[in-house]
Nanobody, 122 residues
Framework: QVQQVESGGGLVQAGGSLRLSCAYFGRTFVRNAMGWFRQAPGKEREFVAAVKWTASSAAYSDSVKGRFTITRDTARNTVYLQMNNLNPEDTAVYYC???????????????WGNGTLVTVAS
């Protein structure tokens, strides 16, 4: 019924930039907020950023605020994450998903895909 595919990860030096893309499929995604989440080795998956379906507003975790920008192209069913000034603490597998906000936090609504690996060298 639903599916999302992440791409754009890779190896980058500290201070560099990457742009991640997420193509999503299924009518259930159309009017949902979309979000990016990440999971570092040995850590729990955490929220990174989200954008509402109208693209009128966005939310970011404190750790990426001012460095990352989430955008959405509804015509292409794609959401992007522009990541600037990367640091080693950003190293993680990044996932996208329809996002639901509750208790002042964001959660993925559907099954997780494979994600895309971002590695930031020191």
């Amino acid at each position: 019924q639903v599916q999302q595919v992440e791409s754009g990860g890779g190896l980058v030096q500290a201070g560099g930039s990457l742009r991640l893309s997420c193509a999503y499929f299924g009518r259930t995604f159309v009017r949902n907020a979309m979000g990016w989440f990440r999971q570092a080795p040995g850590k729990e998956r955490e929220f990174v950023a989200a954008v509402k379906w109208t693209a009128s507003s966005a939310a970011y975790s404190d750790s990426v605020k001012g460095r990352f920008t989430i955008t959405r192209d509804t015509a292409r069913n794609t959401v992007y994450l522009q990541m600037n000034n990367l640091n080693p603490e950003d190293t993680a597998v990044y996932y996208c998903n329809a996002a639901d906000q509750r208790s002042d936090d964001w959660y993925g609504m559907y099954d997780w895909g494979n994600g895309t690996l971002v590695t930031v060298a020191s």
